[in-house]
């Protein structure tokens, strides 16, 4: 009746164990580090840069705990905080500026767990300390950045089906077109509002489907007819939605850079992102890079002046008015002029490919109207010149290609050549994506939350759930004695459950996750408290205490699983519709109810069959003396 078949035994034991393996590395604690890697996205590091390091680090005798080497970033481990910055000061010094050197902290946990996959779960920003950034768009960039695209794109069609028009510019957010003719006017409008009819927002649900693109007004003055075109609300929300997306990716895309575990990147509003760096502690380092670019520049290369005397000499300082000095790839040097003929602003997208001609990986440009008219009246002009691109990271320049112009290249592609493979034109293409924004934004909060507030937060939470547990510890002990002593184990079990699958989910803990556990361990002691009292209901009304264990747990498992079911779904909503802290609460909580009713139901249970299971006859069991039961 009260026993368990091995192999549920078995299993129990199995998930205390595989439980307290994920739970070891939360009790080894972080070291201050600092963390080293390049500036270039995919680019490896290699042992002359750690050889470097460690030499840097012994001339000016600071002391680490612990070097770690990988091929994309070189980690330092550090006793104190004071040998942490010190260490930082003298790594950038001797390395210069093509790493990035950052603050950060490093899990002491042994390898040997690293390598079985068991890592200390993630903290969130208020019990990890970090930095927190409110970012907010531009929309007036981006409206300006959109008509004007609109309006070249209106020019071309326009001129593509004959219809004469003698004026065309952008004023501030319509763009107006002047005509001679009201037919000529009528013309371009069913022209603009053909653009519009095959856009994404029609083919959605609700008023899109049955509205156009563009809102139209026109004015008849003297001889002139005026056609001013606006975008509608449903346009202008698309364009928000998607300059959003773009910029949430560029930051997820320059966040990794920082080596980041777990970061919050969300958006909040319409037209503002959150980010949250948990354990970064160079604010200034988390700054330069989330609001940097990785800038492409195309300059004309110096061809008069490019001799080898001339080369020569500006490799010595001596270099020639309006020209900079770059190399290569392959090391060349190469003398360009100072003037920008176009930046990275007006790349709207990147992606690598290959050379149909000659099988070779390169990127693929798709420049905006703007950049489009430049790059072609450039290419018109310069035909047997070279162009060189430049792409600058951190200050830090280099010329990714500098091919000839062979003939007038319009329409806005442009291919870069030069790629060494298809996996750099591939990182290549996704730095240019990253340091690509789709609109500019400014910071408008920025909030630091200090390791030590984070500490102090980590003591708080932890007491307050410690103190509780204890508390029921000696109330539900006084109260059930023995199957008090058993709820006990349960709750513990269930505890060690939830970190377990918070260590191995690698999910944040954040303060509302605190307070998700503290409830746990609350709904977890009702289930106790409901099996124990079903138990000791069937022992009033007669039965055998054999059979009332078995009764208990059975008529208990019902009561439980629907409180847990109804908790559950409002967890699973609070995770569907909320955000950032919200969320973190909403995963702890769900966890929290399948591991305390897997540990109230299976684990206790399994305790009082093991011990009472063998047993053919028992006159009393131990249930409580207080409001005492009499046993049969």
Same mark, same amino acid.
């Given at each position: 009746m009260n026993q368990y078949s091995s192999w549920k035994y078995i299993l129990i034991l199995l998930t205390i164990g595989l439980s307290l393996l994920y739970v070891t590395p939360n009790f080894y604690g972080e070291s201050f580090a600092?963390?080293?890697?390049?500036?270039?996205?995919?680019?490896?590091?290699?042992?002359?840069?750690?050889?470097?390091?460690? =030499?840097?680090?012994?001339?000016?005798?600071?002391?680490? !705990?612990?070097?770690a080497f990988e091929d994309t970033d070189i980690k330092i481990k550090f006793k104190e905080a004071n040998d942490q910055l010190n260490a930082k000061q @003298? !790594?950038?010094? $001797?390395?210069?500026?093509?790493?990035?050197?950052?603050?950060?902290?490093?899990?002491n946990s042994p390898d040997w767990l690293s390598n079985l996959g068991a890592l200390p779960m993630y903290l969130g920003l208020d019990l990890r300390g970090g930095v927190h950034f409110l970012m907010q768009l531009d929309l007036s960039k981006l409206s300006?950045?959109?008509?004007?695209?609109?309006?070249?794109?209106?020019?071309?069609?326009?001129?593509?089906?004959?219809?004469?028009?003698?004026? $065309?510019?952008?004023?501030?957010?319509?763009?107006?077109?002047?005509f001679k003719s009201e037919d000529a006017l009528n013309q371009a409008k069913n022209i603009i509002r053909a653009q519009g009819s095959g856009r994404s927002i029609f083919g959605g649900k609700g008023p899109a489907k049955e509205t156009e693109a563009f809102n139209f007004s026109q004015i008849k003055s003297n001889n002139e007819f005026i056609l001013k075109i606006k975008n509608n609300q449903y346009t202008d929300e698309e364009n928000v939605n998607f300059a959003l997306k773009q910029n949430l990716e560029t930051l997820h895309n320059r966040v990794n850079e920082l080596g980041v575990a777990e970061p919050i990147i969300q958006q909040q509003g319409k037209d503002r992102i959150v980010v949250q760096l948990p354990g970064v502690q160079d604010t200034a380092k988390a700054k330069e890079i989330i609001g940097r670019t990785a800038i492409l520049e195309m300059r004309m290369v110096d061809e008069e002046r490019s001799d080898p005397a001339t080369i020569e000499k500006a490799e010595n300082g001596?270099?020639?008015?309006?020209?900079?000095?770059?190399?290569?790839?392959?090391?060349?040097?190469?003398?360009?002029?100072?003037?920008?003929?176009?930046?990275?602003?007006?790349?709207?997208?990147? $992606?690598?490919?290959?050379?149909?001609?000659?099988?070779?990986s390169v990127v693929y440009l798709d420049l905006d109207s703007v950049g489009t008219n430049i790059f072609?009246?450039?290419?018109?002009?310069?035909?047997?010149?070279?162009?060189?691109?430049?792409?600058?990271?951190?200050?830090? %320049?280099?010329?990714?290609t500098a091919p000839k112009i062979k003939s007038e290249i319009g329409g806005g592609n442009v291919m870069i050549t030069g790629m060494e493979n298809a996996q750099e034109s591939t990182d290549i293409s996704l730095l240019l994506r990253a340091g690509s924004l =789709?609109?500019?934004?400014?910071?408008?909060?920025?909030?630091t939350v200090g390791p030590s507030m984070g500490k102090e937060n980590i003591a708080r939470g932890v007491n307050s759930t410690m103190w509780g547990f204890a508390a029921i510890v000696v109330l539900i002990v006084a109260y059930y004695m023995f199957f008090g002593v058993v709820s006990v184990?349960?709750?513990? @079990?269930?505890?060690?459950?939830?970190?377990?699958?918070?260590?191995?989910?690698?999910? %944040?803990?954040?303060?509302?996750g605190l307070a998700a556990i503290a409830i746990t361990i609350g709904m977890a002691i009702d289930a106790n408290v409901l099996i124990n009292e079903r138990i000791r209901d069937e022992i009033r009304n007669g039965m055998p205490p054999q059979r009332s264990i =078995?009764?208990?747990?059975?008529?208990a498992w019902g009561t439980i699983l629907d409180s847990n079911i109804t908790t559950m779904i409002a967890g699973l909503a609070l995770f569907m519709f909320g955000s950032g802290p919200i969320k973190g609460f909403a995963v702890v909580l769900v966890l929290g109810i399948l591991t305390s009713v897997y540990s109230a139901i299976f684990v206790s249970r399994g305790i009082v069959n093991y011990i009472y299971g063998n047993k053919r006859t028992i006159k009393k069991i131990s249930i409580g003396e207080i409001f005492k039961v009499e046993n049969n």
């Open positions: 600092v963390q080293v890697m390049p500036v270039k996205a995919g680019e490896t590091i290699d042992r002359s840069t750690l050889k470097l390091v460690e =030499s840097s680090l012994d001339k000016a005798k600071i002391q680490n !705990i612990g070097i @003298v !790594i950038e010094k $001797s390395l210069g500026n093509k790493f990035v050197v950052a603050l950060n902290l490093i899990s300006e950045k959109k008509n004007d695209g609109f309006l070249v794109n209106v020019r071309k069609e326009l001129q593509k089906e004959n219809v004469k028009y003698y004026d $065309s510019k952008v004023i501030n957010n319509y763009v107006q077109l002047k001596q270099l020639p008015p309006g020209t900079e000095l770059y190399y290569d790839r392959s090391e060349n040097p190469l003398l360009v002029k100072k003037e920008v003929i176009l930046t990275g602003e007006r790349l709207e997208d990147a $992606s690598p490919g290959v050379d149909q001609m000659t099988g070779q072609k009246e450039v290419t018109r002009k310069n035909i047997g010149k070279r162009i060189a691109l430049l792409l600058i990271e951190k200050n830090y %320049t280099e010329v990714i =789709s609109v500019p934004m400014e910071i408008v909060e920025e909030r184990i349960g709750l513990s @079990v269930n505890l060690l459950f939830l970190t377990a699958l918070l260590s191995a989910l690698q999910a %944040t803990l954040t303060l509302p =078995s009764q208990g747990y059975d008529k």
